[in-house]
C-alpha cells in the first residue's frame, strides 16, 4: 500500500494527475483545516466559511489536471481559497475601498503602553484571544486579507503578492499599516487591562 | 535616521527586509531613542502575539459534508463503518 502521509505535496500533486483520485484526500487532509481557519476569519461567519471551503476544494479538484507547479500547491489553494472568500465579500458590500496611500502621517500620537515585556505565554489568555479576534475581525476587508495570509499563515512578501495580485510593495504597506493599527488596539487593550489587575491589587 | 523614518521602516526591519547599511543605521538610532524602541518592541509583539492566533478545529458537520461531496466516503473512511 502507498503510504501517502509521508508524501510531499508535489508527489500527492503527480499523484492526482496521473489518475489516482485516493491521493486527493490527503491533500485534502493537509489544508482543509487551515483553509477553514483562512476561509472563516475572511468572511466572519460560519456558513460562508463552510462554502468557500467547499468551493475550493471542489474547484481546486477540477483545476489540478491544468496546475503546473509554478507556485507550490499551498500558495495555489490559498489563493482559489482567498478569491472566494473575497467573491462572498464582495456580493455583501464593495472592498478595496482603501487604498495604499501611506496614512503614517495622519496617524495621531497615541499614548504608547510597552506591553512587550512580559512573556508571551503569561499574556495569550482566553480574554487575549477574544480580543485578537476582534480586532482582526474589524480590519476593512483590504488589511484583513493580507494580515491573515502575511502574519497568521506565515506565508512571504512575494506569496500575499502572488495570491492577491499585488506588488510586493504594495503588500508591505498594507502590512504595515494593519500592524501600526493591530498594535494601536493591542496597546489600548493592554493599558486597560493592566489598569484592572492593579485595582485588583488594592482592593483584594 | 530620524524617528519618522524608523517608523516607516520598522516593519521591513522586523522582517529582515532592510538593507545592512540601512539595519546599522535603525539599531543606531533603537539606542538612543526610547520612543522607538517602544514602537519596534511593540509591533515586534503584536506580530508575535497574532503568530499565535488559534487554528480551530472544523466542526464534524462541516468536515462530513466536505468529505461528501469531494466523494471521499466511497473511499472508505474507517470512522464511517455505520
Ligand atoms: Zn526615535
Same mark, same amino acid.
Request: net charge negative; glycine share 4%.
Given at each position: 500500500?502507498?503510504?501517502?502521509?509521508? @508524501?510531499?505535496?508535489?508527489?500527492?500533486?503527480?499523484?492526482?494527475?496521473?489518475? /489516482?483520485?485516493?491521493?486527493?484526500?490527503?491533500?485534502?487532509?493537509?489544508?482543509?483545516?487551515?483553509?477553514?481557519? %483562512?476561509?472563516?476569519?475572511?468572511?466572519?461567519?460560519?456558513?460562508?466559511?463552510?462554502?468557500?471551503?467547499?468551493?475550493?476544494?471542489?474547484?481546486?479538484?477540477?483545476?489540478?489536471?491544468?496546475?503546473?507547479?509554478?507556485?507550490? &500547491?499551498?500558495?495555489?489553494?490559498?489563493?482559489?481559497?482567498?478569491? &472566494?472568500?473575497?467573491?462572498?465579500?464582495?456580493?455583501?458590500?464593495?472592498? &478595496?475601498? *482603501? %487604498?495604499?496611500?501611506?496614512?503614517?502621517?495622519?496617524? =495621531?500620537?497615541?499614548?504608547?503602553t510597552d506591553f512587550s515585556a512580559n512573556p508571551l505565554?503569561e499574556v495569550?489568555?482566553?480574554?487575549?484571544?477574544?480580543?485578537?479576534?476582534?480586532? !482582526?475581525?474589524?480590519? =476593512?476587508?483590504?488589511?484583513?486579507?493580507?494580515?491573515?495570509?502575511?502574519?497568521?499563515?506565515?506565508? *512571504?512578501?512575494?506569496? !500575499?503578492?502572488?495570491?492577491? /495580485?499585488?506588488?510586493?510593495?504594495?503588500? @508591505?504597506?498594507?502590512?504595515?499599516?494593519?500592524? %501600526?493599527?493591530?498594535?494601536?488596539?493591542?496597546?489600548?487593550?493592554f493599558?486597560?487591562?493592566g489598569?484592572?489587575?492593579?485595582?485588583?491589587?488594592?482592593? =483584594? | 535616521? +530620524?524617528?519618522?523614518?524608523?517608523?516607516?521602516?520598522? $516593519?521591513?526591519?522586523?522582517?529582515?527586509?532592510?538593507?545592512?547599511?540601512?539595519?546599522?543605521?535603525?539599531?543606531?538610532?533603537?539606542? #538612543?531613542?526610547?520612543?522607538?524602541r517602544i514602537?519596534?518592541n511593540t509591533?515586534?509583539r503584536?506580530?508575535?502575539?497574532?503568530?499565535?492566533?488559534?487554528?480551530? $478545529?472544523?466542526?464534524?458537520?462541516?468536515?462530513?459534508?466536505?468529505?461528501?461531496?469531494?466523494?471521499?466516503?466511497?473511499?472508505?473512511?474507517?470512522?464511517? +463503518? #455505520?
Amino acid at each position: 500500500m502507498t503510504d501517502y502521509a509521508k @508524501k510531499t505535496d508535489v508527489e500527492l500533486v503527480a499523484d492526482v494527475q496521473g489518475g /489516482d483520485q485516493a491521493a486527493y484526500r490527503f491533500l485534502v487532509e493537509r489544508y482543509y483545516r487551515k483553509i477553514y481557519n %483562512l476561509a472563516l476569519r475572511l468572511v466572519r461567519n460560519s456558513e460562508d466559511a463552510e462554502d468557500v471551503l467547499q468551493e475550493t476544494f471542489v474547484s481546486a479538484y477540477k483545476a489540478l489536471p491544468n496546475f503546473k507547479g509554478q507556485s507550490a &500547491f499551498g500558495t495555489w489553494i490559498y489563493r482559489i481559497a482567498t478569491n &472566494f472568500g473575497l467573491m462572498k465579500l464582495r456580493g455583501k458590500k464593495p472592498v &478595496f475601498v *482603501s %487604498l495604499d496611500e501611506p496614512r503614517d502621517n495622519d496617524m =495621531p500620537n497615541i499614548e504608547l503602553t510597552d506591553f512587550s515585556a512580559n512573556p508571551l505565554e503569561e499574556v495569550l489568555d482566553t480574554e487575549l484571544r477574544e480580543k485578537m479576534e476582534q480586532a !482582526v475581525s474589524a480590519l =476593512p476587508d483590504d488589511m484583513r486579507t493580507v494580515f491573515l495570509l502575511r502574519d497568521v499563515e506565515g506565508m *512571504s512578501n512575494a506569496e !500575499v503578492a502572488e495570491i492577491l /495580485d499585488l506588488s510586493v510593495p504594495a503588500v @508591505k504597506s498594507r502590512l504595515h499599516r494593519t500592524r %501600526l493599527q493591530l498594535r494601536e488596539q493591542l496597546s489600548r487593550y493592554f493599558m486597560e487591562r493592566g489598569g484592572r489587575s492593579s485595582q485588583k491589587a488594592m482592593n =483584594p | 535616521m +530620524n524617528c519618522k523614518e524608523v517608523l516607516g521602516k520598522m $516593519s521591513e526591519f522586523l522582517d529582515a527586509e532592510l538593507m545592512d547599511t540601512v539595519c546599522d543605521q535603525l539599531r543606531e538610532h533603537l539606542e #538612543k531613542c526610547e520612543h522607538c524602541r517602544i514602537e519596534v518592541n511593540t509591533v515586534r509583539r503584536t506580530i508575535e502575539i497574532f503568530q499565535q492566533m488559534e487554528c480551530k $478545529s472544523v466542526p464534524g458537520h462541516v468536515h462530513e459534508k466536505l468529505f461528501k461531496t469531494l466523494r471521499f466516503d466511497t473511499i472508505g473512511d474507517p470512522e464511517e +463503518n #455505520k
